[in-house]
């Protein structure tokens, strides 16, 4: 009998080693691209700023214009009669979803990758990168009053740049499908910061724009960042979740240089 399970899980591994898998080509990184993937390299257009120039050009022109700033006043009434007192916070949690989205679907079957998770991590934390730093400074140079009056740091909404971010980074890598998954999620935050009386409508278009805007330059920066970091994308990378208790969940990351 144990003769018979040794010669099968012989026969096992001689069948699974036998099995020719073909390998994908690797670029000039060392990264595997595999051939089903048919969207282009994202490259630096002009046309590319048109969407989110208009948008931050709207939402700037309704920091100061008379006419603007009824309407977002109209909208902040109108919003306070459908809120009540029911306030519904969710936008400070689902604004990181569509982040979580890009980095997660391409381990999704099914859903093909453009680049590998090194690639789409380093395209990530530049966007949000430039993200951050565009919104703190204007949000600090302009210091508009929010709608509950709680401070005056209202323009441009960081809420809604964080998803539109993401929004925009998961159309880039996925295509329009899975970029309208993240959009939605988007949309979603920009309605509950008016919704909320935590900014102006204005400034949830800006925050929209810079969102569109940093994740485009993320991907702008990769081909630089390929070189400059040729080491990191050749060597190993391991990223696992972990839990402390029920207090905090998140990810940790090990890099081997």
């Known amino acids: 009998m144990r003769r018979q399970i040794l010669f099968g899980m012989c026969l096992a591994v001689s069948v699974v080693s036998s099995a020719q898998v073909p390998a994908a080509p690797a670029d000039s990184a060392g990264l595997h691209v595999y051939p089903s993937i048919t969207l282009p390299e994202e490259k630096f257009q002009w046309k590319q700023l048109i969407v989110p120039g208009a948008l931050i050009a709207v939402g700037s022109f ?4 008379g006419w603007f700033q009824s309407v977002n006043h109209d909208i902040r009434d109108g919003m306070s009669t459908l809120r009540g007192d029911c306030y ?3 936008d400070d949690y689902l604004q990181y979803v569509p982040a979580a989205g890009y980095l997660a679907a391409g381990f999704i079957p099914g859903v093909p990758a453009r680049h590998s998770f090194k690639e789409r991590l380093c395209a990530g934390v530049t966007a949000y990168a ?18 509950d009056s709680s401070s005056r740091n209202s323009f441009p909404s960081g809420h809604t740049a964080t998803a539109f971010t993401g929004a925009e980074l998961m159309r880039i890598e996925y295509g329009p499908w899975v970029g309208a998954a993240g959009y939605t999620v988007a949309l979603g935050v920009a309605f509950l910061r008016v919704y909320n009386e935590r900014h102006w409508t204005n400034d949830v278009i800006a925050g929209a724009g810079i969102g569109i805007l940093s994740a485009h330059v993320g991907y702008w920066l990769l081909p630089l960042e390929r070189r400059c970091l040729r080491g990191l994308f050749k060597n190993d990378m391991l990223v696992a979740p972990y839990a402390d208790g029920y207090s905090s969940l998140g990810l940790t990351l090990s890099a081997t240089f």
Request: aromatic share 8%; charged share 20%.
């Open 130 to 147: 430039c993200m951050a730093a565009i919104t703190n400074i204007v949000k600090y140079a302009v210091k508009e009053p929010r709608p």
């Open 62 to 65: 309704g920091v100061s214009n």
């Open 88 to 90: 519904f916070r969710a």
